[in-house]
């Protein structure tokens, strides 16, 4: 067709020795936005603040509990589980400097640098059973992240100062175990499925963490090829395990792996599933959207099924368990993932997720309004497992999502190839363009442009058309859903298909792109009332092989 054009779209991977600090679960942008919006007295991040600011947890009095070595589960030596001493260190540590960053008070940042500074001095081991590596990725993963935001804090990050001391502990007590774990070198591994997908979820966001706090490419590239093409299930396709269709719509959904067992491990699933995507996404890699948003589809599987709505189930097994209905257990089961969940799908990227959508307003009006983080919404260890704050975090107005386009270090796709002179033009009201001459430095993608916007392919911004926009274009765009986002994994061709790109012209039809707006919970169910990279080192742990790691049982994880 003359005057039309083939855009080839991939993930533009980091190059190494490149990682973008802060860079976890919280970037600078983040930081600043929460300051703003609290600065002006908004809701819901004032109210978050104040949860966070009148926490024991991140008081300048705080004093840590380091100790040489941690116990989660019976090692049969008589020693006593102390992983509460672990868990609430690393949430008063992360706490502490989320109030530093966002106050610039100094006083919380030396506190936070004591705690950190304390495990790093003294911690040796993580001891117990097999339970030890759920200490090892989610602790692992809490303690990084800390450490992350507070790496610019210079009496922590002086030579020879604590972060030195902090890093040295992670590189030789958490990363071994959460490396070990994924390479299934445990003798309770035999079966490399035999764990439930949040044990390796776990320690798949804990090395991912550690990786980027120590700048190490090889733990980085090992984490993401292992969420993409692991064998255990920490793989995003064996988390979520199976495809089923919604008995209304016909659209596709994503059976959770945990599904059968209970919801309220289901749920920790798609918590440990949205660190890992955040902490990518802030790295410029989109496992979010790898496999057609596999992780959305799980999501929104399990959030129609705890809106008290039937939901089709796959009988599975991983040949320890069986599982041939979905389970009501936990049903309604609450974890603090909803608010990032829905802002980078909903949101940033513009897909439709009602059940996304409707779980959040759910877990809002439940929790009082905001997202807490962990030392806020209860104890024990379930309530520890990931940090919150969602609400403080990534919670979005709309006026924010431009802004969070032009500021984000989560850069996810680049247009590598166009024909000479051309340009992707938008419809009448809005202009989407990508020079070819220009196309070579472009790094990131803007998933929706407001109407009237401009976006053009300078190498220092964001660039690229979402598919449900395409009606209006001069320009082809080659494989995903019709509505759905242009975003490519690593080495993956990302197109729209034919039927919908067939009369693409330099005519002058109208393509918008338009804000998503919540829709109300009223508008859901109601709820029921009860609601092979090798290690250098094992772990010290005592390793036991139990076979009712995933049998309905007592053991919480």
């Known amino acids: 067709m003359s005057g039309t054009v083939t855009l080839i779209v991939f993930l533009f991977f980091q190059s190494a020795l490149s990682f973008t600090h802060p860079g976890l679960l919280a970037t600078t942008a983040d930081l600043n936005r929460a300051q703003s919006k609290i600065a002006l007295n908004l809701d819901p991040w004032l109210s978050s603040w104040y949860s966070l600011t009148n926490l024991s947890y991140a008081s300048a009095d705080y004093t840590p509990n380091a100790v040489s070595i941690i116990y989660r589960g019976d090692d049969g030596e008589g020693h006593a589980a102390n992983n509460e001493l672990l868990w609430h260190d690393a949430a008063a540590a992360f706490a502490l400097t989320l109030r530093w960053k966002i106050s610039g008070d100094d006083t919380y940042a030396e506190t936070a640098s004591r705690i950190l500074t304390a495990w790093g001095e003294k911690l040796t081991a993580i001891g117990g059973n097999d339970d030890a590596y759920l200490a090892s990725g989610f602790q692992g993963h809490e303690l990084a992240n800390a450490a992350e935001l507070l790496r610019d804090y210079a009496p922590f990050s002086a030579p020879g100062g604590g972060l030195e001391v902090f890093t040295k502990m992670m590189t030789s007590v958490f990363l071994p175990m959460n490396l070990d ?6 003798g309770s591994e035999h079966n490399v499925k035999h764990f439930f997908a949040n044990w390796e979820l776990g320690n798949l966001a804990s090395a991912m963490a550690i990786a980027v706090l120590t700048d190490n490419t090889t733990v980085w590239d090992f984490a993401v090829d292992y969420f993409k093409n692991g064998e255990g299930n920490g793989c995003i396709n064996n988390a979520v395990s199976n495809l089923v269709e919604e008995p209304e719509t016909g659209t596709v959904l994503g059976q959770g792996q945990e599904a059968g067992r209970d919801q309220g491990h289901a749920a920790l699933d798609f918590q440990m599933l949205g660190v890992i995507g955040q902490q990518a996404w802030n790295q410029g890699v989109d496992l979010f959207g790898f496999n057609d948003s596999r992780i959305l589809k799980g999501a929104e599987y399990f959030a ?11 009988p599975y097994t991983n040949g320890i368990v069986s599982f041939t209905d979905v389970s009501d257990a936990s049903r309604g089961a609450l974890r603090p993932t909803w608010e990032l ?25 439940t929790f009082g309004g905001y997202e807490p983080g962990a030392g806020a919404w209860g104890e024990g260890s379930g309530h520890y497992d990931g940090l919150g704050w969602g609400s403080l975090l990534y919670h979005l107005d709309d006026s924010d999502v431009p802004e969070t386009y032009n500021s984000t270090a989560g850069l996810t796709a680049t247009v590598i190839s166009a024909a000479a002179s051309s340009t992707v033009t938008g419809g009448a009201s809005e202009n989407v363009s990508v020079s070819a001459s220009t196309t070579a430095g ?9 109407a009237s916007s401009t976006v053009t392919g300078d190498a220092s911004e964001n660039v690229s058309v979402p598919a449900s926009t395409t009606a209006g274009l001069t320009a082809t765009v080659v494989s995903a859903a019709a509505s759905s986002t242009v975003m490519g994994g690593a080495s993956e061709n990302v197109s729209v298909p034919t039927s919908t790109t067939a009369t693409l012209s330099s005519g002058s039809s109208s393509a918008s792109a338009t804000n998503s707006v919540k829709p109300s919970v009223e508008a859901a169910s109601t709820l029921p009332a009860t609601m092979s990279l090798t290690t250098a080192t ?5 390793h036991t092989h139990h076979g009712c790691h995933q049998r309905r049982r007592r053991h919480h994880h």
């Open 538 to 542: 094992a772990a010290k742990a005592k």
């Open 442 to 450: 472009l790094t990131a993608t803007v998933v929706s442009a407001a």
């Open 181 to 186: 774990f994924l390479n299934h070198v445990l």
């Open 341 to 365: 969940l829905y802002s980078h799908y909903i949101q940033l990227k513009g897909l439709s997720a009602p059940w996304t959508t409707a779980y959040l307003n759910y877990s809002l009006s």
């Open 304 to 314: 129609r099924y705890n809106l008290n709505n039937d939901v089709p189930f796959e």
